[in-house]
């Protein structure tokens, strides 16, 4: 009786597609072959028993660790509790896929599809989009540098293949957990793609950024019909470079007159890359003098400087405000865009009680402002004298 129990549960294993694999140290691995599915109608835990690992044949035809409407799921997933392999979700409900490389969990999560009839799978594949084979899409290779709209470049880090097997997926609110990304790209610049095979390019699936660019941080957006593979992008190329620049109608001021000019402080990215300062706020100290009255009115749109010079005060807020700076900062939601600029103004007033001198106004664009790693071009001097 007990050989036939055992004879008749690797019978029902066979059938299900699922082979038990004997792997080092007394450990074994749940394992669909291609063409097979082990279909999951409830709630199944990954990490019993302990040590157990769960895969699927990355093929053409993989296999898959299917979840069957309604309300079938897997728990208990971790870096290493989780399929090394193919997920497929049957059905309408909102769905987390526990895949990874068995060692690294890279879950993707939907929300509800349209219908009980539409059904998707994926995998996360560890690679080089470029060079990593797409099984199911006959071997493809996705370029990284191949990309679309605002997407200027991709990680080179992985993707997931993504399979919809029923229902076009249109729509669908899609996440995935990032690997670390803090060497690819400031946070701000984030966005989740999808490869786009009918012009064989990365296109953005939304236009929100995760809260920050550290591994398993979540990255949300939309599916489009017919994507066959997602990744994360960035929407600059590289990272922004900030630099000040001042203008001034004339450096002179007369203490009999009581002179007062406007001095504008230009803030340009010089390097082709828009900031971004979600990851970093861009502030700007501005030195002063107790010779002059400082004045900042965020209302001001233009100034002589000495022609007519618009400026954008009204995106900029005093910070602090002291007897030896001002500094103001940039409000938030506020970029600058690559090879553009915003300006302030600052109108300046010489005091009756000024002394005769030359004076240093020191301007600084604080390091990592927007992101930007380049430092030595942070700093301006425009020397005005009082006579």
Known sequence: ??????????????????????????????????????????????????????????????G???????????????????????????????????????????????????ATSDAFATAWIWGHPGSTPDPTNSNAMHDTAAVAGVIKKVMPIGQWDWQAISGTGANLPVSVSMPNLSSFA???????????????????????????NKEDTLISGTMRAGIDAISIGSIAAGLPDLTPTTKITNGTFTITALTQRDLVVDISEILGNITDASTMPIKIRVSKSNNFD????????????????????????????????????????????ALSKLSFSIR????????????????????????????????????????
Do not use: C
């Not at 946070?187 to 950024?209: E, I, M, Y």
């Not at 022609?307 to 995106?315: D, E, F, G, H």
């Not at 004076?359 to 425009?382: D, K, S, W």
């Open 294 to 337: 400082y004045t900042f009115d965020a209302s001001i749109t233009s100034v002589m400087a000495p022609m007519a010079t618009a400026v954008q005060n009204n995106l900029f807020t005093v910070e602090t405000n002291t007897s030896s700076a001002i500094i103001l900062k940039l409000n938030p939601g506020v970029d600058i865009n």
């Open 1 to 62: 009786m007990r050989r036939k129990s055992v004879k008749f549960q690797l019978v029902l294993m066979m059938l299900s597609g699922i082979f038990i694999i004997p792997l080092a140290r007394g450990q074994s691995a749940n394992y669909v072959f291609s063409g097979a599915e082990a279909t999951n109608f409830g709630t199944i835990s990954l990490n019993t028993p302990v040590g157990k690992t769960w895969l699927t044949a990355r093929t053409a035809t993989p």
């Open 64 to 114: 898959y660790f299917s979840a069957y409407y309604p309300n079938a799921q897997y728990i208990n997933y971790n870096d290493f509790n989780n399929v090394d392999g193919y997920v497929k979700k049957y059905g309408n409900e909102p769905f987390v896929f526990p895949v990874g490389t068995g060692a690294d969990l890279r879950l993707l999560s939907i929300g509800a599809p349209a």
């Open 186 to 212: 400031p946070k701000g610049h984030l966005r989740l793609v999808g490869w786009d095979p009918t012009v064989s390019k990365w296109v953005a699936l939304g236009t929100a950024a995760p809260n920050d």
């Open 348 to 387: 300046l007033k010489v005091k009756s009680t000024a002394a005769p001198a030359t004076l240093n106004v020191n301007v600084g664009v604080f390091e990592g402002a927007g992101a930007e790693t380049v430092f030595p071009n942070n700093y301006v001097i425009r020397v005005l004298n009082i006579i």
